[in-house]
């Protein structure tokens, strides 16, 4: 430790070298501590800790997601925690993690990427989390980054070609912004082999297939996907600092949110798919339900179903009374498959109404 007397001989140029040195080092800490004692928003903390094999966050904008994002992947990367999130505050331990195999995907190299992700990561991740710095692309993008645990992460873009995505095996997938389907379907099938977990972070702009053929199921209890979806939905709102002390001025958000249209409003506003948009009517409310009730005999049974080259049949039953009143009595949304098969799952879903359509 150097003394009064050391500091006291030392040239103005040593000095200025020392506190540059120290800065650095200063700031070194203070990146490093970004990681491990990052804070999430009250509404933020249920996407970090939960553990299914699916996260899926569909909010609106300026909620933090991207941070978020990084934050997970991070901790995947170290086989560490933020505090704040249970971890103990040790540090990574090196090659604790050799062989496993990260993936973060957006839509561009050019934007999404390199202006989005890479400037989060680096603001969370030190040099001492790497063995080397990252190294860049042929656009000079720096998306291979090796993690002194033994994890290597790859950052890729959706306008790479899905073969680019078919034959890896991962442990872990961050998709920021919704995948196409193709691409989606490619890293589903990586994540296999080592039980993989994916981590969805989008404003539901694009891709409802997420709907159909992610959300939906896992929330059918005789479905393969039942309970290993966590599906989480947040508002801008939720961020108001007048309204819930968060970041976001009250006034900003119902400037923006007033210059859009209803189904571009309800998608970055509260993270509602903009595909619903056509078929949800806010005018509907609890006053539109009634007790359940037996289907009187004499009331005729309309069947309407609705098809779609990618969302399958959408299918509602309705019955009449005498003074013509509607009442809908059952739904089913029946995914895509053979015609046979969608067949017998609607003949199926008719056995449920105990009779037979009559319209």
């Known amino acids: 430790m150097k003394t009064e007397a050391d500091f006291a001989a030392m040239s103005t140029e040593e000095l200025a070298a020392l506190v540059g040195d120290m800065s650095e080092e200063a700031e070194r800490l203070k990146q490093s501590a970004a990681f491990l004692h990052f804070e999430p928003h009250e509404y933020q903390r249920p996407w970090l800790t939960d553990e299914s094999q699916v996260m899926a966050l569909?909010?609106?904008?300026?909620?933090?997601?991207?941070?978020?994002?990084?934050?997970?992947?991070?901790?995947?990367?170290?086989?560490?925690?933020?505090?704040?999130?249970?971890?103990?505050?040790k540090p990574w331990r090196k090659n604790s993690l050799a062989g496993k195999?990260?993936?973060?995907?957006?839509?561009?190299?050019?934007?999404?990427?390199?202006?989005?992700?890479?400037?989060?990561?680096?603001?969370?991740?030190?040099?001492?989390?790497?063995?080397?710095?990252?190294?860049?692309?042929?656009?000079?993008?720096?998306?291979?980054?090796?993690?002194?645990?033994?994890?290597?992460?790859?950052?890729?873009?959706?306008?790479?070609?899905?073969?680019?995505?078919?034959?890896?095996?991962?442990d872990f997938v961050w998709f920021d912004e919704p995948p196409p389907q193709d691409i989606y379907n490619a890293v589903r099938r990586g994540l296999i082999a080592k039980e993989g977990r994916m981590f969805i972070t989008a404003t539901p702009l694009s891709s409802?297939?997420?709907?159909?053929?992610?959300?939906?199921?896992?929330?059918?209890?005789?479905?393969?996907?039942?309970?290993?979806?966590?599906?989480?939905?947040?508002?801008?709102?939720?961020?108001?600092?007048?309204?819930?002390?968060?970041?976001?001025?009250?006034?900003?958000?119902?400037?923006?949110?007033?210059?859009?249209?209803?189904?571009?409003?309800?998608a970055r506003g509260d993270g509602v798919?903009?595909?619903?948009?056509?078929?949800?009517?806010?005018?509907?409310?609890?006053?539109?339900?009634?007790?359940?009730?037996?289907?009187?005999?004499?009331?005729?049974?309309?069947?309407?179903?609705?098809?779609?080259?990618?969302?399958?049949?959408?299918?509602?039953?309705?019955t009449v009374s005498p003074d013509d009143d509607w009442y809908v009595v059952h739904y089913a949304q029946i995914p895509n498959g053979g015609f046979g098969e969608r067949c017998r799952e609607l003949k199926r879903h008719r056995n449920i109404l105990g009779k037979q359509p009559d319209v």
């Open 58 to 89: 569909l909010c609106g904008n300026q909620l933090g997601k991207s941070t978020v994002g990084c934050v997970a992947l991070i901790s995947e990367c170290l086989g560490v925690k933020p505090i704040s999130l249970g971890g103990d505050g």
């Open 101 to 170: 195999r990260v993936m973060a995907a957006g839509e561009t190299f050019e934007v999404s990427v390199a202006q989005n992700l890479i400037p989060k990561l680096k603001s969370l991740v030190t040099p001492d989390m790497l063995k080397h710095p990252p190294r860049k692309n042929s656009m000079g993008i720096e998306t291979k980054w090796s993690f002194v645990t033994g994890t290597e992460l790859n950052l890729q873009s959706y306008s790479s070609p899905t073969a680019a995505y078919e034959g890896s095996v991962l």
């Open 208 to 266: 409802p297939f997420l709907l159909d053929e992610l959300i939906l199921p896992s929330q059918d209890p005789d479905h393969p996907l039942y309970g290993t979806v966590g599906y989480h939905r947040a508002s801008m709102h939720d961020a108001c600092r007048e309204c819930n002390g968060g970041h976001l001025p009250h006034a900003q958000i119902e400037a923006f949110l007033g210059g859009l249209s209803e189904g571009e409003r309800a």
């Open 273 to 318: 798919f903009m595909s619903l948009q056509s078929v949800e009517f806010s005018y509907v409310d609890k006053k539109w339900v009634v007790p359940d009730f037996d289907i009187y005999p004499s009331w005729p049974i309309v069947e309407v179903v609705d098809p779609a080259a990618k969302r399958g049949l959408t299918c509602i039953w309705a």
